[in-house]
C-alpha cells in the first residue's frame, strides 16, 4: 500500500526528489534531510508501514541485509569511526514520521552527538517481573 499523504511514500516512490545512495524495487536509501552526522541515511520500503509492528517479515529481513550492506559503504567510503543504527517507533520513542524507516548513522570520533542513553541501576526483582512479562507475550 503507498498513502498518497505520507511524504516518505512519495520519497520513497519517486515522487519526491531526494539525495538517493541507493534503489530497488522495494526500496530507496537517502540522505536524512537534518543529518546528525555526515552521511546520515535513511532506508524506506516502498511500500507503506507506519512501525516495526506494521512492517512485512520479510520486507524486514531484506531491509536488515540492505543495512548491512549500506553500513559497509559508508565505513569504506566515509571514514566513520562507528556506525549507529537506529529505528524508532512511536511519539514517544522519537519517530517523527509514520513511515517505517531505519537510520544508519556514520559516527565519528569527537562528533559532538548523544545517541546514546543513561544508564540506570536496575532492581533484580524488576527485571524478573519483566523477563516473565515479556516472555508470556512472545
Ligand atoms: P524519526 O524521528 O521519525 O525517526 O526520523 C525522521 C527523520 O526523517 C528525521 O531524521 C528527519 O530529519 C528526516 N526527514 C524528515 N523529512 C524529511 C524529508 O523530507 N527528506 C529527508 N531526506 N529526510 C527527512
Ligand atoms: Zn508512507
Not at 69 to 79: D, F, H, N, V, Y
Not at 110 to 134: F, Y
Amino acid at each position: 500500500m503507498i498513502d498518497k499523504d505520507c511524504i516518505f511514500c512519495l520519497i520513497a516512490g519517486g515522487d519526491i526528489p531526494s539525495d538517493t545512495v541507493y534503489e530497488d524495487d522495494e526500496f530507496r536509501v537517502i540522505l536524512d534531510l537534518n543529518p546528525a552526522t555526515r552521511g546520515h541515511a535513511l532506508i524506506l520500503p516502498k511500500q507503506h508501514y507506519a512501525d516495526l509492528f506494521e512492517i512485512d517479515e520479510e520486507v524486514l529481513a531484506k531491509l536488515a541485509v540492505l543495512a548491512k550492506k549500506i553500513a559497509g559503504a559508508m565505513k569504506e567510503s566515509l571514514a566513520c569511526d562507528g556506525i549507529n543504527i537506529i529505528q524508532n517507533n512511536g511519539a514517544a520513542a522519537g519517530q517523527s514520521v509514520r513511515h517505517f524507516h531505519l537510520h544508519i548513522i556514520p559516527r565519528y570520533e569527537n562528533d559532538g552527538q548523544k545517541m546514546l542513553w543513561i544508564p540506570r541501576e536496575s532492581d533484580p526483582e524488576v527485571q524478573k517481573t519483566l523477563v516473565e512479562a515479556i516472555r508470556a507475550a512472545l
